[in-house]
């Protein structure tokens, strides 16, 4: 009876551990697949120095004879990763390292000569082909002129693309909504006013209030008029 207790709670603790284990094992490498690892630095470099990069580079003239490829690794101790180097869209060579802890430095190098100006690409892969990152170089002057000015093409091209839309946009909203003025100007054209509908519907003109004249307000309040009193005086004296 003891034995069997003592089995069984050896059976508990061990999946204890194994479930701790597998859980410190997911949580201690956060943000990739499987393996949780991902890449923290990755460059080119015109040399080495003590297993890390002299520079950072990304255009390379003609009289390079060598180029670095600088790669940190986190997270992925016990597997593979693999750099892919890729000229013109196609694949050269493959270099595979074994990762052995949580923070690996790794590095390849690739030997240039003259027929191997253009674009480079180095793709970071791990054991099962997926990918982790990726960073291109260009070999030689004349074709960094032409990705350069590739790129400001692509990027003219784009401008013109977004203006041209937003223009039509704002077109089309013009065509739609009339302005105020001429909503406001076609109402008074189409709605009559009080007075009008009123003498359709009595078929009299409508009574218009006017102040009466000077003379006649005097004329109301017992005055007499300005003229008429200049007659008079007139008249006294020529008699």
């Known amino acids: 009876m003891i034995i069997k207790a003592q089995s069984r709670s050896f059976l508990f603790l061990a999946m204890f551990l194994t479930l701790m284990l597998g859980w410190q094992e997911i949580i201690a490498a956060p943000g990739g697949k499987q393996h949780g690892g991902k890449i923290s630095r990755a460059q080119f470099a015109t040399k080495m120095d003590q297993r890390e990069p002299y520079d950072d580079v990304i255009f390379v003239d003609d009289t390079a004879k060598e180029i670095f490829f600088f790669t940190e690794v986190l ?3 016990g597997h593979q ?10 694949e050269v060579s493959r270099v595979t390292f074994d990762i ?45 002129n032409k990705y350069l000015d590739k790129i400001m093409h692509d990027k003219q091209e784009e401008g013109s693309n977004t203006g041209q839309i937003k223009q039509d946009n704002s ?27 009123k003498e359709s519907l009595t078929g009299k003109k409508p009574l218009v ?3 009466p004249s000077i003379s006649k307000q005097q004329e109301i309040n017992g005055q007499t008029p300005k003229k008429e009193v200049v007659a008079q005086n007139t008249k006294l004296i020529s008699n």
């Open 75 to 77: 997270y992925m101790t």
């Open 81 to 90: 990763v693999t750099h892919r180097w890729e000229f013109e869209g196609k």
């Open 100 to 144: 052995g802890g949580p923070r690996w430095r790794i590095f390849s190098r690739k030997t240039l000569d003259e027929g191997l100006k253009g674009r480079w690409e180095v793709l970071v892969t791990d054991e099962k082909g997926w990918p982790l990152t990726s960073k291109i170089f260009v070999f030689g002057q004349e074709y960094k």
């Open 171 to 197: 077109k089309e909203q013009t065509e739609e909504e009339p302005s105020a003025g001429k909503e406001s100007s076609a109402k008074a054209n189409k709605e009559p006013s009080a007075e009008a509908n």
């Open 209 to 211: 209030n006017k102040a």
